[in-house]
């Protein structure tokens, strides 16, 4: 069983930035693959980025965000730089077992946390 807790969302300005952590428990960390998921209003969620053996982004977020880890405190983090309005959203950390690679289809992860939400304004 693995427990994730999300911090670090707010409001900002659009250009802005926030730093998002994702606090993991039960498990060895190292060995599970973490991402981060966002859903708007109306929308259905969708993939922004995983770590794993290595990292993948979704297209759109490539330059703006870095999803990084520490795996001495069990934490993934994903750094977000020159907001816009349309990162609006409830950001969701997720975990994913025995695999060292990530997927961008949320039914393939096994946890997930509660989320945090971003709001940009304009």
């Known amino acids: 069983q693995v427990q994730l807790v999300e911090s670090g969302g707010g409001l900002v300005q659009a250009g802005g930035s926030l730093r998002l952590s994702c606090a993991a428990s039960g498990r060895a960390f190292r060995s599970i693959v973490m991402a981060w998921f966002r859903q708007a209003p109306g929308k259905e969620r969708e993939f922004v980025a995983w770590s794993g053996r290595s990292t993948n982004y979704v297209d759109f977020v490539k330059d703006r965000f870095t999803i990084s880890r520490d795996n001495a405190k069990n934490t993934v983090y994903l750094q977000m730089n020159s907001l816009k309005p349309d990162d609006t959203a409830v950001y969701y950390c997720?975990?994913?077992?025995?695999?060292?690679?990530?997927?961008?289809?949320?039914?393939?992860?096994?946890?997930w946390g509660q989320g945090t939400q971003v709001t940009v304004s304009s």
């Open positions: 997720a975990a994913r077992q025995g695999t060292d690679y990530g997927g961008s289809n949320p039914d393939e992860y096994d946890y």
